[in-house]
C-alpha cells in the first residue's frame, strides 16, 4: 500500500533504514545523511506492507510551479516489483493536488555506470524527458542529468 507518512520521526526512521540499506548508490555518508534529514521536511510517499516499508520518496519544493523527486529508494529484495512506480505515480497525484506544474529529478547521466543507467530507463519509462545535463554539479565522474516533466 502507497501511503503520505507525516510523522517527522518515522519519515527519519524510514529514510534511513532504507537509504543505508542501498550504499550502492548511496554511498556517500555525508550525502545520505543529508537525504535522511532533509526528508522530515519534506512532502514523503512510502510503500508499506503489514509493519514493513519496502521503499519511500521525497518531493522538495524547488520553486513555485516545480518540485522535485529529491530522493528515492526501494529496498533491493523488492526491486522489480513495481513498488517505484507506484511510488512515483503517487507522487505526481500528490504533486499535482498540491498546484505544481513540473517534476524534475537528478541523477547521474546516462551510460556511465549500469546501476544509475537503470534508474535513468525507470525514470523515462515514468515519463519524464531529458531536459540538461550538468558535469560539475557532481563531478567529471558523475555528470548530473535532470529529467523534467510536465504535471
Known amino acids: 500500500m502507497v501511503l503520505q507518512v507525516k510523522d517527522k520521526e518515522l519519515k527519519t526512521e524510514i529514510a534511513r533504514k532504507t537509504l543505508e540499506a542501498l550504499t550502492d548508490w548511496f554511498e556517500v555518508e555525508e ?3 543529508q537525504y535522511i534529514k532533509e526528508s522530515a521536511d519534506q512532502i514523503f510517499i512510502a510503500e508499506k506492507e503489514g509493519d514493513e516499508y519496502k ?3 521525497c518531493l522538495k519544493e524547488t520553486g513555485k ?3 522535485e523527486l529529491a530522493v528515492m529508494g526501494v529496498l533491493k ?3 522489480r ?3 517505484g512506480r507506484r511510488l512515483v505515480d503517487e507522487a505526481i497525484k500528490v504533486a499535482k493536488e498540491s498546484g505544481y506544474s513540473f517534476m524534475q ?4 547521466k546516462l551510460g556511465m555506470y549500469e546501476d544509475y543507467d537503470r534508474t535513468n530507463y525507470f525514470y523515462l519509462s515514468c515519463g519524464f524527458k531529458e531536459f540538461e545535463v550538468i558535469p560539475e554539479l557532481w563531478g567529471e565522474e558523475n555528470p548530473c542529468q535532470i529529467y523534467v516533466m510536465s504535471l
Do not use: A, P, Q, W
Open 77 to 79: 529484495e523488492y526491486h
Open 65 to 67: 510551479e516545480t518540485v
Open 31 to 33: 550525502s545520505r545523511e
Open 81 to 83: 516489483e513495481g513498488i
Open 105 to 108: 529529478v537528478k541523477t547521474v
Open 55 to 57: 521503499g519511500f520518496l
